[in-house]
């Protein structure tokens, strides 16, 4: 069984073309590779690393000897992990900083006490939003270099949720709007995801970059009336 899961990941590193010319199972031994490669995300590997990567892989998988003593470095890999991402952290907060003076500076920002900064694109004529209510709205979130984490564009359909249960800068933001109108809104991590970050997708201590747009406003439904009781027999 081993040989096999081999012989079929040297058949796929071959694959210079398209999905289209692959197999399913062959779409599925892919797969592994990549949610391991969404796994090992964190290190921010070197091309020399990933080589060495791909052969702990490979030695690992024959069953054959590995170069290292995995009892004494396996250990040391969530060491490497926390040096890794510490180093990123450290980077996206110059760089996220740097990112929302600039975008302070742009025609019409508006930068509040908590940070958030603020650009209507696009002025409503609707009701705001208050912290309570659900909004309807169509967004994309990227990163500070343009990478797109989340769209509901890309999905085809807005989306519904209640500001109270949003980060900070959404629920701060999107009170700002009017329904009908379009905003930047620009989250330095404090008001976002923070130095955990979120998933593979966001890394710590990342400044986020929102489009919005204010579609509809739903008020919270009233508290039930509590029911009278029985009169008594």
Known sequence: MKKTFIAVVCALS???SSAADMTDEQKTVYAIGAIMGKQVSVFNLSPAELELVKKGLSDSVKGGKL??????????????????MAATSAKQAVAGKAFAEKA??????VKTASGLIYISLKDGTGPSPTANDTVK??????????TEFDSSYKRGEPIEFPLSGVIKCWGEGVQKMKVGGKARLVCPPAIAYGP???????PPNATLNFEVEL???KPPAPPAAASEPAPKK
Do not use: S
């Open 14 to 16: 071959a694959f210079a």
């Open 67 to 84: 170069t290292i003593e995995l009892e004494t470095y396996g250990p040391k890999v969530q060491e490497l992990a926390n040096k890794r």
């Open 104 to 109: 302070a500076k742009e025609t019409g920002a």
């Open 137 to 146: 709205v169509h967004y994309r979130g990227t990163l500070i270099d343009g």
């Open 196 to 202: 955990q970050g979120a998933g593979n997708a966001i």
């Open 215 to 217: 579609l509809g406003v």
